[in-house]
Structures are given as structure tokens and as C-alpha cells.
T-cell receptor
Framework: SQQGEEDPQALSIQEGENATMNCSYK?????LQWYRQNSGRGLVHLIL?????REKHSGRLRVTLDTSKKSSSLLITASRAADTASYFC??????????FGKGTRLHILP | DVKVTQSSRYLVKRTGEKVFLECVQD?????MFWYRQDPGLGLRLIYF???????EKGDIPEGYSVSREKKERFSLILESASTNQTSMYLC????????????FGQGTRLTVV
């Protein structure tokens, strides 16, 4: 069964707005990661947050992690057309397996 | 530049054929993964290897096997291809325990007819 579940499944926002995606998971983790996938291509790693961290920033990306609630959120600020893609959270489990969720499809409207 | 290379970008095979999907990484990573991706289902883990000749089943191993004879190469084998194995197959590798991200290949779109 899949470990991570992203919410919402799809999101459309105007260019310049902020986009927030959430991820919930089930078991203990080493870290949680977010990836982006442009249509028909491989996945690209965006950011990794370790289980002992609560918040991390990278450029326009902000990730939070709440291990007590087993949840994470990805915030993309000042969205651009190039941010249109699918976003996946992935949990790195204690046995080194990396398990992905079903993803959020983000569409940035001009 | 780090690299994970999958042997084919597109592949068409007949039902019942034995199919080999090859993946090679040049980062000296211990861990390698095979996922399949289907619309609405995200990425599902088929098999995982944490060392040469070591493997573990993922969530959907039925109908698949794997081989890891060398550290850099991880092969996915469809013993007898079926139409429900038509999918995008993604290979990935990762390094040290608990501290690094996964690097992905470009994917192999397999169609079984």
C-alpha cells in the first residue's frame, strides 16, 4: 500500500499566487522528500527534510514536517507558468525504501 | 553530472514474451529501485535492492523479478509479459542511508500487445 497521500489531487491557481500541497504518511520515516515531474519525463528532486527538522526553505519552496501528525506541506510562492507539473511526496522509510504518493497535479493559469 | 540511464525509452512487446528492462547508475549508489507509474496511481514500488545480489519486494512484485549482479546495474524482468503490465517504468538510485534523495532515469514506456 502507498505510504504517502497528497492533497489535493489537482490544483489550479493564477500565476503569481502561492500553491500549497499537503502530504500525509503512515509509518516512521528517515526523511521526507518532494519531487516534481513534468509531463512525460522523469522525476526531479526538489527538497529533502529530515525527520528531526520542522521546516526547510529552498528558493521559492518551503517545506514543513509534523512528525506527530505524520504530515508535510509544500508551499511554492509566487508561482510561475514553469511550475506547472505533478508534485510527489516520498517517504524514506527506516529500511531505506522510498515510497511515493499519488501526486498533486498543479496547473498555473496565465 | 550524476546519471541513471535506462536502456530504452520506448518498448513494444508481445504478450507472453520475456522482457528485460535495464538500468545503470554511475554514482556508486547502494540502493536501486524499480517503480511503475500509471495514471491516477502515482509511483508504485516493484522491487528494491540495497546491495549487490540483495533484493526486497515492493508493493507490487507479482509478475516481475529483478537481478543485481553488479552494483551499478539493476535489471527488471517481466517473466511473461501481459497487457496489464503496459506502463511507464522508472528506475532510481539513492546513496547513504537516510540522507540522500533518489535520482531517476528518464523512464521506459512499455506497451504489451
Amino acid at each position: 500500500s502507498q505510504q504517502g497521500e497528497e492533497d489535493p489531487q489537482a490544483l489550479s491557481i493564477q500565476e503569481g499566487e502561492n500553491a500549497t500541497m499537503n502530504c500525509s504518511y503512515k509509518t516512521s520515516i528517515n526523511n521526507l522528500q518532494w519531487y516534481r515531474q513534468n509531463s512525460g519525463r522523469g522525476l526531479v528532486h526538489l527538497i529533502l527534510i529530515r525527520s528531526n527538522e520542522r521546516e526547510k526553505h529552498s528558493g521559492r519552496l518551503r517545506v514543513t514536517l509534523d512528525t506527530s501528525k505524520k504530515s508535510s506541506s509544500l508551499l511554492i510562492t509566487a508561482s510561475r507558468a514553469a511550475d506547472t507539473a505533478s508534485y510527489f511526496c516520498a517517504t524514506d522509510l527506516r529500511d531505506d525504501k522510498i515510497i511515493f504518493g499519488k501526486g498533486t497535479r498543479l496547473h498555473i493559469l496565465p | 553530472d550524476v546519471k541513471v540511464t535506462q536502456s530504452s525509452r520506448y518498448l513494444v512487446k508481445r504478450t507472453g514474451e520475456k522482457v528485460f528492462l535495464e538500468c545503470v547508475q554511475d554514482m556508486d549508489h547502494e540502493n536501486m529501485f524499480w517503480y511503475r507509474q500509471d495514471p491516477g496511481l502515482g509511483l508504485r514500488l516493484i522491487y528494491f535492492s540495497y546491495d549487490v545480489k540483495m533484493k526486497e519486494k515492493g508493493d507490487i512484485p507479482e509478475g516481475y523479478s529483478v537481478s543485481r549482479e553488479k552494483k551499478e546495474r539493476f535489471s527488471l524482468i517481466l517473466e511473461s509479459a501481459s497487457t496489464n503490465q503496459t506502463s511507464m517504468y522508472l528506475c532510481a538510485s539513492s546513496g547513504d542511508r537516510g540522507s540522500t534523495e533518489a535520482f531517476f532515469g528518464q523512464g521506459t514506456r512499455l506497451t504489451v500487445v
